[in-house]
């Protein structure tokens, strides 16, 4: 028996689990392993590797961070069709090659629609990334939306010739 199942049976309560509905085709290689996902709050390990780096003191490239930071709070909203639409983001620390990146993800403000999640990264206690990420929650995958009127013309290879 487990601790978890140990403290479950003392305080006679039962963790419901929470099944990751969004993202699930992500490399985690590349974006983070998801380690816990609780309704509205989420915790991912990133383990760089050489394919991230970007020079030759081993720096690793931000966009990894930020990618990861960005799984980090689709999966905390955890809605199969939920969408970033604007991120203010703070790289506070650099990241080295064969560094271990705990990225936490909290839901912090719902509107309808509408979430916003605050992300940390740590490396171990040292914070190297905060951000604010807004998400919206769509009715079917961005890429089925009808996103422009197909009755209309487009700008590119449509113009009328004036005559």
């Not at 490396?123 to 009755?151: A, M, Q, S």
């Amino acid at each position: 028996m487990t601790s978890q199942e140990i403290e479950e049976l003392d305080l006679g309560i039962k963790k419901e689990e929470v099944i990751l509905t969004t993202h699930n085709e992500i490399n985690q290689d590349l974006n983070g392993e998801l380690l816990v996902i609780e309704h509205g709050y989420v915790e991912v390990r990133l383990r760089t590797t050489p394919e991230m780096v970007a020079d030759k003191q081993g720096l690793i490239h931000g966009g990894f961070i930020f990618s990861s930071a960005d799984y980090a709070a689709m999966a905390a909203v955890n809605e199969t069709n939920v969408v970033l639409v604007a991120s203010e983001c703070q790289f506070l620390s650099p990241v080295k090659l064969h560094d271990e990146v705990n990225i936490i993800a909290r839901v912090r403000h719902k509107e309808g629609r509408k979430r916003n999640v605050n992300v940390v990264a740590f490396v171990h206690d040292i914070k190297v990334f905060e951000g604010e990420f807004k998400t919206v929650i769509l009715d079917k995958h961005v890429l089925k939306l009808k996103l422009l009127d197909e009755n209309k013309e487009t700008a590119v290879g449509t113009k009328k010739k004036r005559g």
